[in-house]
């Protein structure tokens, strides 16, 4: 029997020998249909809005609901499948998320508007961090890579939803929600695959490296990583804080400002989603060749300049600088995700539960408080005052570099 050779440590062409890219693309295609169906829920906004009579406090009550369930189990489904990795759990997510669609779709109360946003966030907790832990296992050592073919995935389904919103369900109203739940079968079909691959392998074998053996793998201090950690949160806050403000409220923008149909508005909002599908695939895979942590720097305090611009120009102008806004944050995501993992060694679920935890979480909030602000002032005044978000990218200036420390 020949012996097979061992790839050097640290070969980029050794580890693109060991990506199990099969898995990956199911992944990503998992991530994409369900990243597809949650981008339904603030797609139907301009539907519901004004089938119930909704102020837009209450529209962003229903983005916080979605959201905070994601963001309060994601961290705990983390930290349990760190010690117990669970192959079929994200199975078990996205019932979760068919559930939480037909509901939505036989909604008849406010009430249950909630009801039917919360599950599908709860079925977004549970299918990110293990989903996130998988991609890592099948990435052969070329982590930006993974994590970007990963989240292209769900930037490319979060893309589709308002597409499909404005051609489906806006004119078939919101009991056409329940044709989606078809999507989610499908997606449980090929997380069962990919659930039996996980479980062939030896996941569970993958402990949480000790904090001696964290410190000794990045030379950082517990001091140093903590507030590495507390930075990337700072920067996570401003990325989707701004981000909230698009999910939310930018078709009402539109058709406020330039008086859009609420079709054209939606195909403007895909735009927004397209561009930053692309954005996270440009982000991770640089970040694998100059470094994260220049990525990071550039993606946030890079968009400024734009979203100073984006209140004060006309309709083409506006498509234009969403187009480069999204283009431009989006490729932060990627790099802070996998930055965070190599301060944390080991933690895998829990930092992709953290930070796509606090994805949610900080996108809910800041939906929630632009709301009020919109009602009280108006939505032109919120992103005239979201414009300065992108400033927080100033704070990446403190984060260490990690190849040098590494070296030393």
């Known amino acids: 029997m020949q012996k097979s050779v061992q790839p050097e440590p640290g070969s980029r062409v050794a580890a693109a020998q060991s990506v199990a890219f099969p898995i990956l693309l199911a992944l990503s295609f998992a991530h994409l249909l369900n990243d597809m169906m949650q981008s339904l829920v603030p797609a139907i906004y301009p539907v519901i809005k004004d089938a119930y009579g909704l102020d837009f406090a209450q529209v962003g009550l229903i983005t916080f609901t979605f959201q905070l369930t994601a963001c309060l189990f994601q961290p705990l489904v983390g930290m349990f499948t760190d010690k117990r990795p669970q192959p079929y759990s994200l199975v078990a997510g996205m019932g979760f998320t068919l559930i939480g669609l037909v509901v939505l779709a036989k909604a008849n109360s406010y009430p249950m508007l909630l009801l039917g946003a919360g599950l599908v966030g709860t079925g977004s ?11 890592r296992l099948a990435s052969g050592g070329r982590h930006g890579m993974a994590q970007s073919l990963f989240q292209l995935g769900g930037m490319t389904g979060g893309a589709l939803g308002p597409l499909l919103a404005a051609f489906i369900v806006v004119p078939g109203g919101q009991g056409s929600l329940a044709w989606f739940s078809f999507v989610a079968m499908l997606a449980m079909l090929v997380l069962l695959w990919v659930g039996r691959w996980y479980a062939r392998g030896s996941p569970a074998s993958v402990k949480p490296k000790s904090t001696a053996a964290a410190e000794q793998a990045n030379g950082l201090s517990q001091r140093q990583v903590a507030v590495a950690i507390a930075v990337l949160v700072c ?3 401003s990325k989707n804080a701004y981000a909230a403000s698009f999910n939310s409220f930018y078709t009402f923008y539109l058709i406020e400002q330039f008086q859009v ?19 996270v695939l440009f982000g991770g895979a640089l970040g694998d060749r100059i470094g994260r942590r220049k990525i990071i720097w550039f993606s946030i305090l890079g968009a400024l300049p734009f979203t100073l611009l984006l209140p004060h120009v006309n309709l083409f102008w506006t498509a234009v600088m969403t187009v480069i806004i999204a283009h431009i944050m989006a490729s932060a995501f990627a790099a802070i995700l996998v930055y965070a993992m190599e301060l944390l060694p080991g933690r895998i679920g829990l930092i992709a539960g953290l930070f796509y935890g606090l994805s949610f979480g900080l996108g809910g909030i800041s939906a929630a408080l632009l709301g009020v602000l919109a009602d009280a002032t108006s939505l032109t005044t ?26 030393r």
Not at 261 to 279: K, M, R
Not at 382 to 407: E, H, I, Q, S
């Open 235 to 237: 920067l996570m806050f």
């Open 382 to 407: 919120v992103y005239r005052l979201c414009a300065f978000l992108p400033a927080f990218g100033l704070l990446a200036w403190v984060l260490p570099d990690l190849g040098r420390k590494a070296a």
């Open 261 to 279: 149909s609420v079709q054209s508005s939606q195909l403007l909002l895909f735009l927004f989603f397209a561009a930053t599908a692309f954005g």
């Open 125 to 135: 907790s549970v299918f990110h961090p293990e989903a996130t832990r998988m991609a």
